[in-house]
């Protein structure tokens, strides 16, 4: 299992934006599915999206992020990126990124798909 390290939290109004940074150590290749979950108090941890592996490529997102988040990776690769549009109060909680299993295999939606995972960020959306 590799290192995964999440920043670029914090505090913004409803309707603005953040960037969420993820880097990965060197053994998460980008050969690995990468995603993004966030907790919630009280909540259980809730899928985001996730970027597929190289060369496969392209993202998966949840139907409550869609038009307003995407994922994409640096052009080496790693870090790996959220981008945060539109935010609502409703996506306050604490983000998570994560790194498949196994590589170059499809992972799902579910937490168990990943073994790495970083420390999180919080992120809090006023209204």
């Known amino acids: 299992q590799g290192q995964l390290l999440e920043s670029g939290g914090g505090l913004v109004q409803a309707g603005g934006s953040l960037r969420l940074s993820c880097a990965a150590s060197?053994?998460?290749?980008?050969?690995?599915?990468m995603a993004w979950f966030r907790q919630a108090p009280g909540r259980e941890r809730e899928f985001v999206g996730v970027?597929?592996?190289?060369?496969?490529?392209?993202?998966d997102l949840a139907d409550s992020v869609k038009g307003r988040f995407s994922i994409f990776r640096d052009k080496r690769g790693n870090p790996m990126y959220l981008q945060m549009n539109n935010l609502k109060p409703e996506d306050t909680g604490v983000y998570y990124c994560?790194?498949?299993?196994?590589?170059?295999?499809?992972?799902?939606?579910?937490?168990?798909?990943?073994?790495?995972w970083g420390q999180g960020t919080q992120v809090t959306v006023s209204s």
């Open positions: 970027i597929r592996w190289t060369p496969v490529g392209g993202t």
């Open positions: 994560a790194a498949a299993r196994n590589p170059l295999q499809r992972a799902g939606g579910d937490p168990s798909d990943f073994a790495s």
């Open positions: 060197p053994v998460i290749t980008t050969r690995y599915d």
